[in-house]
């Protein structure tokens, strides 16, 4: 199994580009299912979520053309030949659940695999189910497998009991078809719901309220093949702003959007991080004096995203003093903290609440990626720490992070990957 080997690393400095954003992609993607014509999407990098996608849809009968050189997808559903998911594929990605809601707008009819958990949560889609009822679907499970029918969609008000991101997006992909006008209530505000609508109006739907919690949509007869580039991927973004932050390093981050890394400039600010801001697309990253214990609550976008809980539990577990981190989306999103408390992190966990007392080093060993966001967070921490990390299970970091050692080399990392 292949391996990261990472040895305590010069402070970073120099500059990194971050590429197209995996949970804008997916979505995306899936929602090329509803029209028959030709969508080509760019900024795509070749993560094994996406290639993993790619085949889900190639199963069904989608023509899928990827130039992974290029960063770019041709994406054309011209014959849809079944309507059923491969379990074996679709239960290894959560994404995958979001080729329903298109496959109901456009064939009326899906059957899906129901996603497994995942080490962080057990990923409930009661929320989607519920929208698609909403909208006049049915929904029987038998052996694992959602079958989902509807004569046709009528549009609704739905109210969602959490701003689900997945939940919005697959409501908003079902409603674009579907007669009458469908308004989603408590909806998701992240970005990558913005950039799902931008694509969606693109192909001709129409839709309103995207990045705030009320989505309007009104069906529309038909839908068009469409040319998009997708966004930066503001978790990469992130995590390689605490690669320079951790290395007490000096990098600058481009090719960024700042309005999608506000909340992690503002709790990288609050850390005594320095964030100057170059350009609308462009951050250097570096630190003066010393950096500062703070508290942090992870939150539905504009609140501080779920997804960079890892990446700053390890920055936080080297700065002296007693920091807390509050997880309020995911269930069970500790658990890389036991890998970093065998690099010697000082970590107490309560429920959903982790006090991290920082230590002056960590050190390497062995230790397991549990998770994509988790193992993230274990490559910062190594590179801080004194000696030799060996990273496994390194494929749930592939799944988000494209060539992640290639872009930390060009800043001074000492990593390695190991066949
Ligand atoms: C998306 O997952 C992202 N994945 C996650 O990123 C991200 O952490 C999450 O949104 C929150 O921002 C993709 O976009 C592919 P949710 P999703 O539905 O849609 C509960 C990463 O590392 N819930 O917003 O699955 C759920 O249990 C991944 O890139 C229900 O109860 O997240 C969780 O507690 C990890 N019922 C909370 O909502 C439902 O029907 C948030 O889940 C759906 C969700």
Redesign the pocket.
């Known amino acids: 199994m292949t391996k990261f080997i990472i040895k305590t690393s010069p402070c970073l400095t120099g500059k990194v580009s971050i590429g197209g954003c995996?949970?804008a992609i997916?979505?995306i993607l899936a929602a090329s299912l509803l029209t028959s014509e030709c969508c080509k999407i760019y900024s795509v990098p070749a993560l094994s979520d996406v290639i993993a996608l790619c085949s889900i849809l190639e199963d069904i009968g989608i023509d899928v053309a990827f130039d992974e050189k290029k960063e770019c997808i041709l994406v054309q559903a011209k014959n849809i030949v079944t309507l059923k998911t491969d379990y074996q594929k679709a239960s290894k990605m959560?994404?995958s659940f979001l080729i329903m809601g298109a496959l109901l707008s456009r064939c009326h009819e899906a059957i899906i695999p129901l996603p497994g958990g995942c080490p962080?949560?057990?990923?409930?889609?009661?929320?989607?189910?519920k929208g698609f009822a909403a909208l006049g679907a049915q929904a029987e499970q038998s052996h694992g497998f959602i079958h989902i029918f509807a004569k046709e969609l009528q549009g609704n008000k739905i109210y969602l009991d959490?701003?689900?991101?997945?939940?919005t997006?697959n409501i908003m992909i079902a409603a674009t078809l579907a007669k009458g006008t469908t308004t989603i209530v408590n909806a998701?505000a992240?970005p990558?719901i913005i950039d799902l609508a931008c694509f969606l109006k693109k192909m001709g739907a129409m839709i309103s309220g995207e990045g705030s919690n009320t989505i309007t949509i009104t069906g529309v007869e038909k839908l068009y093949g469409a040319e998009y580039t997708v966004m930066p991927d503001r978790?990469e973004a992130g995590t390689f702003m605490i690669a320079a932050a951790i290395t007490k390093g000096d990098v600058i981050v481009e090719k960024v959007r700042e309005k999608d890394i506000k909340p992690i400039l503002a709790k990288l600010s609050e850390a005594n991080v320095k964030t100057q801001k170059l350009d609308e697309n462009a951050f250097r990253i570096y630190t003066k004096e010393k950096l500062q214990p703070i508290s942090l609550k992870t939150m539905?976008f504009p609140g501080f995203?779920?997804?960079m809980q890892a990446p700053f539990m390890s920055l936080l577990s080297t700065i002296k003093g007693m920091s807390v981190i509050t997880e309020t989306?995911?269930?069970n999103r500790f658990i890389h903290a036991a890998e970093l408390q065998r690099m010697g992190a000082k970590i107490n966990i309560e429920s959903r609440s982790a006090m991290i007392e920082g230590v002056d080093k960590l050190t390497g060993t062995q230790v397991k990626a549990s998770d994509?966001?988790g193992g993230a967070g274990l490559i910062l921490s190594a590179l801080a720490a004194e000696g030799k990390t060996e990273i496994s299970d390194i494929y749930h970091i592939e799944r988000?992070y494209y060539h992640i050692e290639q872009k930390l080399k060009k800043i001074g990392a000492d990593i390695e990957i190991k066949p």
């Open positions: 995996k949970n997916l979505p959560r994404a962080i949560g057990s990923r409930p889609v009661d929320l989607h189910l959490f701003p689900s991101v997945g939940a997006e998701a992240e990558e978790i539905p995203p779920t997804d989306v995911f269930e994509l966001r988000g």
